[in-house]
């Protein structure tokens, strides 16, 4: 065997140090790009999303759903004002501040109405609401009920703490709601938004008020519910009944009525009006399309008018079909109230012109049939007095069309 024809399968010396250099080279860019994915990982976590390195300059900003909360509050709070009710209690019938006056049943005479009597005034805040400002010449939107005392003195009470002498344009006649004016130039205003493509479970944000003390207290929550009919209640102008109006999760106290409901682009999409007693953040709005509508009414007519049908009715269901004996299931059936103070169909109004008696079933306005998600009120609010509408009415065994030329509500 020659053994200068041997060979190794070993390499030399000179060709391990060749092969290793591309092998170092390959490892460190394989460790660089693996720090590179697990910095990018768990690095935020140490350091925070928000935060800076230490000497490195670099900052990270996160935009989310809570700073998209904190900026329409920013642009909403300026033009969201408390409304303060102060009335001149000497002028209030069995009002005294004598220890020893008892009312009727006063043991003096003297004391009886000692303020009536008094030459000096005692005006004090008797209530508070929240309201919001809709043109920079100060045209305010609230709720009727905030301001239905026609003998009390309205101020409003601006955000950074201005205060003006508020006067009350005009009382929507059948929905809670009304315009006030105050005297100013270039006030913060919101945007009146559209309730018509709302969604049960979008954001929103109600500001008002809070028991008549806490200004511009902000809530939040979520749409709760669309088209609710409700019947609201309060001390001074007793029941009145709301359709279709949006509920909400958002906390609404005593004070907040009058204030906006916004969603989360700032916009108004209602007006905080009621509370449930009974439950925890069950809260009512009523749709920001009625208030468009009565500012629309008041700037045309300088006051908010609505259509006025005059009749009593009740929305047929499966009780009231069975308990008269009905051959339709839905429509609106004439009532009367039981007496002469509540007649079916009101004399001399627009149903009274049109024929419409007792007993007769409205089915349908317009093409619109009327049942359990479109009363006839909440259809009705669409018109304006002197629009003449088309019913198709059941009477006495037979379908029939009649035009009814709407009234005005006094």
Do not use: C, W
């Amino acid at each position: 065997m020659n053994e200068n024809n041997i060979t190794s399968d070993l390499p030399k010396e000179e060709d391990k140090k060749s092969n290793l250099i591309p092998t170092v080279i390959l490892l460190s860019f394989l460790f660089g790009l693996a720090g590179s994915v697990i910095g990018a990982k768990f690095l935020p976590s140490l350091y925070g999303t928000s935060g800076s390195l230490i000497g490195g300059g670099v900052k990270t900003v996160q935009v989310d759903e809570q700073s998209g909360v904190v900026d329409v509050v920013k642009k909403a709070s300026p033009a969201v004002v408390s409304i303060i009710i102060s009335k001149d209690l000497n002028k209030v019938p069995g009002y005294s501040t004598s220890p020893f006056d008892f009312g009727p049943f006063s043991l003096d005479p003297f004391f009886q109405n000692r303020n009536q009597s008094s030459s000096q005034p005692n005006i004090q805040q008797v209530g508070g609401g929240s309201g919001f400002i809709i043109s920079d010449n100060g045209l305010i939107v609230t709720n009727k009920h905030v301001v239905d005392d026609t003998s009390a003195n309205y101020t409003v009470v601006t955000n950074d703490g201005k205060t003006y002498s508020a006067q009350v344009l005009s009382r929507d006649p059948v929905n809670d709601i009304a315009l006030v004016k105050i005297e100013g130039k270039n006030l913060q205003t919101l945007t009146l938004g559209d309730s018509s493509g709302l969604e049960i479970g979008q954001k929103v944000i109600a500001i008002g008020n809070s028991l008549g003390q806490y200004q511009n207290t902000v809530t939040t929550g979520v749409v709760s519910g669309i088209g609710r009919t409700i019947t609201a209640s309060g001390s001074s102008f007793g029941t009145e009944q709301l359709e279709g109006v949006i509920q909400t999760d958002a906390a609404i106290n005593p004070g907040n009525s009058g204030g906006p409901l916004l969603d989360i682009g700032g916009s108004v999409i209602g007006i905080n009006t009621a509370i449930d007693s009974q439950g925890q953040l069950v809260g009512f709005a009523i749709p920001v399309n009625d208030i468009k509508k009565d500012v629309e009414s008041f700037q045309k007519f300088s006051k908010i008018i609505k259509p006025f049908l005059g009749i009593r009715y009740v929305l047929i269901n499966d009780t009231i079909k069975q308990e008269n004996n009905l051959t339709v299931d839905y429509g609106a059936l004439i009532v009367s109230g039981g007496k002469a103070s509540a007649p079916a169909v009101v004399p001399d109004s627009a149903a009274d012109k049109a024929g419409l008696k007792e007993g007769d079933i409205i089915l349908e306005l317009n093409g619109q049939k009327i049942d359990k998600n479109h009363s006839l009120a909440g259809i009705l609010k669409n018109f304006s007095p002197g629009d003449v509408v088309v019913m198709k009415i059941f009477s006495r065994g037979s379908e029939k069309n009649i035009s009814v030329t709407l009234g005005e509500t006094k």
